[in-house]
C-alpha cells in the first residue's frame, strides 16, 4: 500500500515536470556504427561528444544524457531504435543519422512524436521540400550540395565532354542529377553500377575507350575505395582528371592511399578552412583522436554548438517541445564553416561550398585541403517546395 | 565492337575469374567431400585480406607478408574446423548454415574489435604497381596480369595434386563416398582437417592478393560468397576442374555482361530505359547463366557425385 502510495506520488512528480527547468536533456544520437559505414558513424559521434566538451561538457548549462543506437546501415533497424528513443529513453531531441535511407524511414515517426530533430548527415530531397518540418534541422546540407558544386567548378574550368559514373540507387541518381544542374556540357556517357561492387576493372576499361575529357564520381564509403585505387592503378588520373564528392574523405584516405592524391573534391568544410572555431575544432579533435575530422565529425560538432545555444536560449526548458525547436531556428553561434550557421525556410544551411584537393601533408599523411570557394551562400533547390516561410 | 576492347574485358573477366577460382577450390571441396555448407569461407578471405595488411604494416614487404598471411589463414581455418565446424558435420544442413552464419558475425566483428572499423591500405610493390601495353592502345595493369599467373599457377598445383598424389586420390575418394572411404580406414577427420586447411589457406590467398585492389574491411567477404557458390553450384559440387571451368565462366560472364549489355540495350531502348535497366540485367547474367546450366546439367558442369 505504501509502495503503491508513493509509486502515485512519484508519477505526479513525473508528470508535473514539464512546467519546471529540467536538470538534464537527453539527446537520441542515432547513427551507422557497424559494417562497412561503420567509420562515418564513429567519426560523426566523436564530433558531437567533442561539440558537447567544448560547450562546458553541458548543453546551455543542462547536464547532457547522450543515447546512442546503431541503426545497422537499415531503415527498418533504425525505425526501431527511433521508437525505442521516444517511447523508453523520452528523448528530447534527435540528433545523428547518416544514411538518406534511414532518415526516411524515421523522418516520419520522430517528427510525429514532436520532437525536434537536427540532422548532422542525411539531407534527403523530400525532406529539404515538399515534407520539411519546423521540428526538423540540418546542420550539414540538402545531398545535392556538393554535386551541384562539382558540376559548376567543371563547367568553370571548360571540360566539355565528362565521363558520370555513380552507384545504381537513389542517392546515386539524385548525385548525377545534380552535378548536371550546374554542369552544361557533352556527358560521355552515365554508367550506373551495382551497389556495394568491388571490381571497376569493366567500368574503366569502358571509361578509358570512350576518351572523355574528365570523369565525375559519386562512390561513398568502400566503393570510393575500391574505385579511386583501380582508377589509380589503371593509370588514368594523369590522363582523365577525377572529381568526386562523397568518394574522397579522411576517413577513406588512409585506405586510398597516394592514388588519390590530386583529385579534387568539394565539400561545405576542409580542415584547414580558416576561422577560430574550426582551429579550434581541428587542433582538438587531433589531439584527442589522433586523426583529421572529417566533415561528418565537423557537421556533428555543429549539432552540439547548436543545441547548446538554442538550450541556452530556452533557459533550460526543454520539456517545451515547440518553443525548443524555435529556439533552433532563432539560434545564434559561430560554426566551424565560419561565421553564424544560418537557415534556409527549409531549416537547411545556406552555405557555402569548396573545391578541396587532396595532397600530401609535411607529416606524410594524405588530406583534402581547400583551395577556392564555388558556390556563396548557396540554397538547395528544393527549398521553393517547401511552404513553411 | 571494338575487338582490342573486347580482348582487354575478356582479361578483366579472366582475372575475376581466377580470384573466384582460388575462392571456389575451397570451398567445392568442403562442400563436396564433408558435405558441409561453409558460408564463413567468405570470412576467411577477409581474415586473409586483414592478416595481409598487418603483417604488411608489420614487415613493410608484399612478399614476406604475403608469405606469412597464407599460412596463418591456414592455421586460423584449421583451428574454426577444429572448435566449431567438427561438431556441425553430422547435423543437417541447416544447422551448418546457422553456425556458419554466426561464424561470419563473429568474424565480421572480431575484425572491427581488433583493427577498428574504418577500411585499411595495403600497398602493392612499386614494380607491379604500373601498366603494361599487351596491344597499341590497350594498357594493362600489371599486377592483375600477376594476379591470373598466380591463380593459373595455382589451378595447376591443386590438378597435380588431386590427380598425381595419394592425398588428391583420397581427396577425389571422398568426394564421390566418403563414407566408403572411412570404411576403409582411412583417417577421414584428418583429411577433413587438412582438406579444410587447405581451402582455408587458397581463400586467405586470394584475400591478399586482393588486398591491394580493394578495400580491406570488415563483412569485405560476405558479396563474394554468393558467387563464389554460383560458381560450385555450376561447376558441380566437389570438382577441382568444374570450379575453375565455372569460375572462369562467371567471371568473364559478368564481366562482359556489365560492360556491354548497357551498350546493347541502348540500341534497343531509350538511354534512360537503358541506364535504369542495365546494370540490374548485368547482375543478373550470372544467375540466368547459373539455371541455364543446371537445366540441362542439373549436377552442374563435372559434378563428382554420380
Not at chain 1, 526516411?104 to 517528427?111: L, Q, R
Not at chain 1, 578552412?273 to 582551429?279: D, R
Not at chain 1, 547548436?306 to 524555435?326: C, F, H, Q, S, Y
Not at chain 2, 581466377?18 to 567431400?33: K, N, Q, S, Y
Request: proline share 4%; hydrophobic share 50%.
Amino acid at each position: 500500500m505504501i509502495g503503491r502510495i508513493l509509486g502515485l506520488g512519484l508519477s505526479a512528480l513525473l508528470l508535473a515536470s514539464p512546467a519546471m527547468a529540467q536538470d538534464k536533456v537527453k539527446v537520441g544520437f542515432i547513427a551507422t556504427f557497424s559494417g562497412p559505414g561503420g567509420v562515418l558513424g564513429q567519426h560523426l559521434h566523436d564530433g558531437f561528444m567533442l561539440g558537447i566538451e567544448h560547450s562546458g561538457g553541458k548543453l546551455g548549462g543542462l547536464a547532457v544524457e547522450v543515447i546512442k543506437e546503431d541503426d545497422r546501415l537499415a531503415p527498418d533497424v533504425g525505425l526501431q531504435v527511433a521508437k525505442k528513443l521516444i517511447e523508453r529513453d523520452r528523448v528530447d531531441v534527435m540528433a545523428g543519422v547518416i544514411f538518406s535511407n534511414v532518415m526516411m524511414a524515421i523522418y516520419k515517426p520522430v517528427i510525429e512524436a514532436g520532437i525536434p530533430f537536427i540532422s548532422s548527415n542525411a539531407g534527403p530531397s523530400p525532406i529539404a521540400g515538399a515534407q520539411c518540418s519546423p521540428l526538423f534541422f540540418s546542420t550539414s546540407w540538402q545531398n545535392d550540395g556538393a554535386h551541384e558544386a562539382m558540376g559548376k567548378h567543371v563547367q568553370d574550368k571548360g571540360y566539355k565532354n565528362v565521363y558520370l559514373m555513380a552507384p545504381n540507387y537513389q542517392a546515386g541518381k539524385d548525385a548525377l542529377a545534380g552535378f548536371k544542374r550546374f554542369y552544361q556540357g557533352k556527358v560521355a556517357d552515365e554508367v550506373y553500377t551495382t551497389v556495394n561492387q568491388l571490381d571497376y576493372s569493366a567500368e574503366i576499361t569502358q571509361l578509358r575507350a570512350a576518351k572523355p575529357d574528365a570523369v565525375y564520381v559519386f562512390y561513398p564509403g568502400g566503393m570510393g575505395i575500391n574505385f579511386v585505387k583501380q582508377y589509380g592503378q589503371a593509370g588514368l588520373i594523369k590522363d582523365i582528371p577525377m572529381f568526386s564528392a562523397f568518394t574522397v574523405d579522411s576517413t577513406t584516405l588512409p585506405a586510398q592511399g597516394d592514388a588519390a592524391i590530386g583529385t579534387q573534391i568539394t565539400a561545405f568544410w576542409g580542415y584547414d578552412l580558416k576561422n577560430p572555431v574550426n582551429e579550434k575544432f581541428v587542433t582538438d579533435y587531433r589531439k584527442k583522436h589522433n586523426d583529421l575530422p572529417s566533415t561528418y565529425s565537423a557537421q556533428a560538432y555543429d549539432t552540439a554548438l547548436l543545441l547548446n545555444a538554442a538550450i541556452k536560449d530556452t533557459g533550460g526548458k526543454v520539456a517545451d517541445k515547440k518553443a525548443l525547436a524555435e529556439a533552433i531556428k532563432k539560434a545564434s553561434f559561430d560554426s566551424v564553416r565560419g561565421g553564424k550557421l544560418k537557415f534556409n525556410n527549409n531549416n537547411i544551411p545556406i552555405q557555402n561550398f569548396y573545391l578541396l584537393e587532396t595532397v600530401k601533408g609535411a607529416d606524410g599523411k594524405l588530406a583534402s585541403s581547400v583551395r577556392s570557394t564555388v558556390l556563396t551562400d548557396h540554397k538547395d533547390a528544393y527549398a521553393k517546395d517547401c511552404p513553411m516561410k | 565492337m571494338d575487338p582490342v576492347l573486347l580482348l582487354v574485358q575478356a582479361l578483366n573477366g579472366l582475372q575475376l575469374g581466377v580470384m573466384l577460382f582460388l575462392l571456389a577450390a575451397g570451398l567445392t571441396l568442403v562442400f563436396g567431400i564433408m558435405n558441409l555448407v561453409n558460408l564463413a569461407h567468405g570470412s576467411l578471405y577477409m581474415v586473409g585480406a586483414y592478416l595481409m595488411a598487418a603483417f604488411q604494416g608489420w614487415t613493410g614487404s608484399f612478399v614476406a607478408a604475403l608469405l606469412l598471411a597464407v599460412p596463418a589463414t591456414l592455421l586460423v581455418g584449421v583451428a574454426v574446423e577444429l572448435i566449431v565446424l567438427r561438431r556441425l558435420y553430422d547435423r543437417d544442413h541447416l544447422d551448418q548454415v546457422l553456425g556458419t552464419f554466426g561464424l561470419i558475425l563473429f568474424f565480421n566483428e572480431l575484425v572491427r574489435v581488433i583493427w577498428g572499423p574504418a577500411a585499411l591500405f595495403v600497398a602493392m610493390p612499386s614494380a607491379l604497381s604500373g601498366t603494361v601495353a599487351l596491344l597499341p592502345g590497350a594498357p594493362y595493369p600489371v599486377y592483375r596480369l600477376v594476379i591470373i599467373g598466380a591463380g593459373l599457377l595455382v589451378a595447376a598445383f591443386l590438378s597435380w595434386l588431386v590427380t598425381q598424389t595419394r592425398t588428391g586420390m583420397l581427396i577425389r575418394a571422398g568426394a564421390s563416398n566418403p563414407i566408403m572411404v572411412a570404411a576403409l580406414g582411412v583417417d577421414i577427420r584428418l583429411l577433413f582437417t587438412l582438406v579444410f586447411g587447405l581451402g582455408a589457406a587458397l581463400a586467405g590467398l586470394a584475400g591478399a592478393l586482393a588486398a591491394p585492389l580493394l578495400s580491406v574491411e570488415s563483412a569485405m567477404g560476405d558479396g563474394v560468397l554468393i558467387l563464389t557458390f554460383v560458381v560450385i553450384v555450376i561447376g558441380g559440387i566437389g570438382s577441382i576442374r568444374g570450379a575453375f571451368v565455372a569460375a572462369v565462366l562467371v567471371g568473364i560472364v559478368d564481366t562482359v555482361g556489365r560492360a556491354f549489355l548497357p551498350i546493347l540495350l541502348r540500341e534497343i531502348f531509350n538511354r534512360q530505359v537503358a541506364n535504369a535497366a542495365g546494370p540490374a540485367l548485368a547482375s543478373m547474367l550470372i544467375y540466368l547463366l547459373m539455371a541455364a546450366i543446371l537445366a540441362f546439367r542439373p549436377r552442374g558442369l563435372f559434378g563428382a557425385r554420380g
